[in-house]
């Protein structure tokens, strides 16, 4: 692929502008930090677009662009992209998973998942207003021993969520320790 | 604390309803399943409240009382009580310490909380409508060893953030195996 003067853009959050040298005198990155699903729409005026260009002039053509599809516009280079998308992997990504395990622990119980669809939002909508850091609450964070060993009698026929659930609680009263 | 025929009830997730056996002729249970914090308000009509009573009417008042302030209420034994407690430390205590890593590893470049927060509204919204199995994406679940090779060098100064990476990118390529 050469593309000779007309702009290209990846769109990934891993991959480094300088893979696009060769495509073109014109590259850079334009990256969606969303989720996305099948069956289910996104307003993009609410997706954080991170953009990089190989000079000035093309950083400001996606700066532009990108401000007509989306409120929340940032330049980023190559290396705070990548540490922005191990954070969505964490944000988005692991954090899904523990809703996963949830959605089975409810299923094994013959519990609706929709139960717990309030708690999950309401902890997402904590953190846009307060910082995660603030917004801790739970047995790990209380090192509240006793409710935490009823947990582990609770999941001991399961190893793999046991193993988990005590390697974060473990990372939680890590975090929290006073220094 | 003997109460002989006043209703006692007790709020919490994981705390068995005998316990009040012996302070009232009547007693049960009123958990909410939601995370509270200060400096945040809760609209209680979106809380999940779990009640248990002692006897058939015990519960017939609580769940009167429980649908008086809340949209969304049930009936649930000590048992099933617990099993949706500790899937909630895994939607909620577990997700939010998921943001707190994220945000560390935004604030250790530098980079605003804010650029991750439609992110994270949009995961637990994505949930309010798919189930988390069907809404998971990213590079576990592609098993996308290119990028995860990526990520794990990006943390490899950071031995506590990779191994927790490592151990659910492990348990999501596990979880999403075909049988």
Chains 1, 2 share one sequence.
């Not at 050469?2 to 040298?21: F, K, M, R």
């Not at 060769?22 to 930090?33: C, E, K, R």
């Not at 964490?90 to 609706?112: E, V």
């Not at 207003?129 to 409710?147: C, H, N, S, Y």
Request: proline content about 4%; charged content about 20%.
């Amino acid at each position: 692929l050469y593309l000779q003067n007309e702009l290209i853009v990846h769109t990934s959050g891993s991959i480094h502008i300088n893979v696009l040298e060769t495509a073109s005198t014109v590259y850079g990155v334009f990256y969606p930090l969303q989720t996305f699903s099948k069956n289910r729409e996104v307003n993009f005026k609410d997706v954080t677009l991170c953009v990089e260009g190989c000079t000035p002039e093309v950083t400001a053509k996606l700066l532009s662009l990108a401000s007509q599809l989306s409120g929340k516009v940032v330049e980023l280079t190559s290396e705070k992209r990548m540490a922005i998308h191990v954070a969505a992997v964490f944000a988005c990504n692991f954090t899904n998973f523990m809703y996963a395990l949830s959605q089975k622990l409810l299923a094994d119980q013959n519990l609706d998942f929709e139960l717990i669809r309030p708690l999950i939002l309401e902890t997402a909508a904590k953190v846009q207003e307060l910082m995660p850091v603030e917004a801790q609450t739970g047995p790990a964070l209380r090192k509240d021993v006793i409710t935490i060993k009823e947990h582990q009698d609770f999941l001991k026929n399961q190893p793999n969520l046991l193993r988990l659930y005590e390697e974060l609680t473990k990372e939680i009263v890590n975090f929290y320790k006073p220094l």
